[in-house]
């Protein structure tokens, strides 16, 4: 089965039915998420640290929940109404809250399961602070730009807020609850009761804009970062200057201190792109970490590690060196396409960081990353039937050809005019076509990179497949409301198919290669006869351009996507619309692919994420709990595995191991399984595959 046979559908799939806070359509559609990871795909405005996790938010208009071990993402939160970007973000001291604000209006979640908890709207502009209390049931809200409101954290309502001042660029909370200090647009930092709200006293030190506050552990000390580039240190509550820290050469934008309170962290500006470590004590610089972004935005997490902000990810750095040992955000921008071995055990997807990240099923782990360097989007990726090759479609008018084992550029086919917006290997992985703004397909032989037949168009093209038996190549265009079948033997056109009144976003063959599906902007999903190019049905009930389109993989059902994030899955005998998943919220949808083998749906989404769940219409899985240890050994180049469960109803079932991206079977035998490969060198990353999402790994090593 190539790869072409394995894309399916959109992201409003998981839209509606995995991002927080979404609902479905029925109470048996939801998908069962195995993991995700990902990024986001615009800047990051904000972040905040607590334990475990990370809460991040976004001018994609997200924000997002990340554990901060292994860099997954667990929830993605988008009120129903939000249109413009999330300016704060806030987690609850025990982990179990999150807050975002956005204009006019913010929300709480729960973090355990991504749901809304409310949505307090009516505020003039944007919410730009969040903060929780350190006890928990309050909550600190900055939506009008003079005062801060404290809130229930039960209900939202208001309990008081902080009399009307200048405008506030940052307030924290003091470690015991008892105290707000607020950093105005003037200089000044106000010190207010959080039991009254009275004005306790005013801090003049600065001379510009107060952007960083940070209490220190023990609430002696209060740290403040201005735009005039200098720190002061406080004593609390007296409200005494003790020591003013001069060093960077741009605005401070934050400060925070080490567990212990003897080292102060900051973070300078764009044009001074450092962070600094001093002793608190005397105030003596300890140390000098540069960063190549527009500024350091740092927090402590509670190990005493460095949590940074770049533009658009976030790392975690060691306080003693300020290296970066781990990326919370594992892409950056956009996910253009996704596409999954056909063994089942990769998935490349193609972001808008010009690169193709190459991630195994199993677990989410990322293998390697191809392009850099290159200049241009990658708007297209596929599998060889091997496994061996990738194939990516480039903004920069080339096609380009990877080997996977270890990410190594084999050829680097030049001839397109413009952009390159599609590409498919054949079915026999001999050759690999190409279509572009050119207004060409090229087809290019994979073993040498020669070009082996160009065929001229008179617009450019949008998408191309390889119908599944590999005589027939389909393609449509941005410019026309029609779809052009091709014989690939001599490049003539075979069928022209008419219908629709729109351009048509995306082409699916069924497996047989018999019928072939087009979504078009019209809203409509038309099915064609392949053999002769009559139109066999037409499919309606989107209520927007349909932008995705595949089927099953054998090619009973068919589902489509629209640009409102609705998902339809419809029979393809009669044409019957079998479930409908309403979206919640807009996010652009992307494809979808269904693996060959592990029961799983593969989604990448326009936001930044990679989702993987379980197939829906697969198998009842062995739960992950049957699984007791993987152990495996390796002596004279023989591996020998063993997968033992807790007990044997599962005798005669198959599971599916990755070894090195290689999909290995095994039969269940009792409790156990067992599996021995010959002529193994080398280290050998084991996981189990089938049952999906398990994330049980073991790594050997043959001598």
């Not at 107060?210 to 720190?231: E, K």
């Not at 033997?489 to 351009?503: C, E, F, M, Q």
């Not at 007791?628 to 020998?640: E, I, N, T, Y």
Request: charged share 25%; glycine share 10%.
């Amino acid at each position: 089965m190539t790869s072409a046979q394995l894309r399916f559908i959109h992201a409003s799939l998981f839209a509606a039915l995995v991002a927080a806070g979404s609902s479905s359509a029925t109470a048996n559609d939801e998908l069962d998420v195995l993991w995700q990871i990902g990024g986001h795909a615009e800047r990051i405005r904000a972040f905040d640290v607590r334990g475990s996790l990370i809460a991040s938010s976004s001018e994609d208009r997200t924000a997002k929940l990340w554990h901060v071990a292994n860099a997954r993402l667990l929830h993605t939160y988008v009120s129903s109404s939000s249109v413009r970007d999330v300016r704060s973000v806030a987690l609850s001291p025990d982990e179990t809250l999150v807050a975002s604000g956005t204009f006019r209006e913010f929300s709480l979640w729960r973090a355990d399961d991504g749901s809304n908890v409310f949505t307090i709207p009516g505020f003039p502009d944007y919410v730009t602070l969040l903060a929780f209390s350190p006890d928990g049931t309050m909550i600190g809200v900055v939506g009008r730009s003079s005062s801060v409101e404290l809130r229930r954290v039960t209900d939202g309502s208001v309990i008081r807020e902080t009399l009307p001042g200048a405008s506030i660029h940052t307030f924290v909370f003091s470690p015991d609850g008892t105290l707000i200090a607020t950093g105005l647009d003037n200089g000044d930092i106000q010190l207010f009761r959080v039991s009254d709200g009275a004005l306790l006293a005013t801090l003049e030190l600065h001379v510009n804009h107060v952007g960083a506050l940070a209490f220190s552990f023990d609430g002696s000390l209060l740290a403040s970062g201005s735009f005039d580039q200098t720190i002061g240190l406080w004593s609390i509550p007296e409200g005494i200057p003790v020591n003013v820290l001069p060093g960077h050469r741009d605005e401070v934008l934050s400060v925070a201190f080490l567990p212990g309170d003897d080292v102060l962290v900051s973070g300078g500006g764009k044009r001074d792109r450092t962070i600094r470590l001093w002793s608190v004590p005397d105030g003596t610089p300890e140390g000098v970490f540069r960063v190549n972004d527009d500024g350091a935005r740092v927090r402590v997490s509670p190990d005493g590690s460095l949590v940074t902000l770049r533009t658009d990810r976030l790392e975690l750095r060691r306080a003693s060196d300020g290296q970066i040992f781990h990326t919370v955000t594992t892409f950056r921008g956009r996910l253009y396409n996704v596409v999954v071995s056909p063994n089942g055990t990769m998935l490349a997807a193609a972001s808008e960081d010009n690169v193709v990240h190459i991630v195994r099923v199993a677990d989410g782990r990322i293998l390697r990353t191809v392009g850099h360097g290159i200049w241009g989007h990658v708007y297209d990726v596929d599998f060889s039937p091997d496994n061996a090759l990738l194939t990516t479609a480039h903004r920069d008018r080339q096609v380009r050809v990877w080997r996977v084992a270890d990410g190594q550029l084999l050829h680097g086919l030049e001839g397109h005019g413009d952009a390159v917006r599609t590409v498919d290997f054949s079915p026999d992985g001999l050759n690999v076509a190409s279509g572009g703004y050119d207004e060409t397909i090229r087809i290019w032989r994979v073993s040498d990179g020669e070009l082996v037949r160009t065929i001229v168009d008179d617009f450019g093209f949008l998408s191309l497949r390889y119908s599944p038996d590999g005589e027939l190549i389909a393609t449509s265009s941005l410019q026309e409301d029609l779809v052009k079948v091709w014989r690939v033997s001599d490049g003539k056109i075979v069928h022209v198919l008419g219908g629709h009144t729109a351009y048509i976003k995306r082409l699916a063959f069924a497996p047989n290669s018999s019928v072939l599906a087009t979504a078009s902007d019209d809203g409509t999903i038309r099915l064609w006869d392949v053999t002769n190019g009559s139109h066999i049905r037409t499919l309606e009930g989107h209520d927007s351009g349909v932008t995705e389109v595949a089927f099953s993989r054998g090619g009973e059902f068919l589902a489509s996507g629209d640009k409102n994030g609705t998902t339809r899955v419809w029979r393809v005998s009669d044409g019957e619309n079998l479930k409908t998943y309403p979206a919640i919220f807009n996010l652009s949808p992307l494809g979808l692919a269904f693996a060959p083998v592990g029961g799983m749906l593969v989604n990448a989404r326009e936001d930044g994420a990679l989702i993987v769940a379980r197939d829906p219409f697969g198998e009842d899985p062995i739960p992950c709990d049957a699984v007791q240890f993987l152990k495996s050994s390796c002596r004279r180049g023989k591996l020998k595995i063993k997968l033992q469960l807790t007990g044997d109803e599962h005798n005669g079932r198959r599971i599916t191991l990755d070894v090195n991206s290689e999909a290995v079977e095994a039969r269940i035998r009792g409790s156990r399984a067992k599996k021995k490969l010959c002529n193994r060198t080398g280290e050998q990353n084991i996981a189990l595959l089938d049952p999906p999402g398990c994330d049980v790994s073991e790594t050997a090593r043959c001598r």
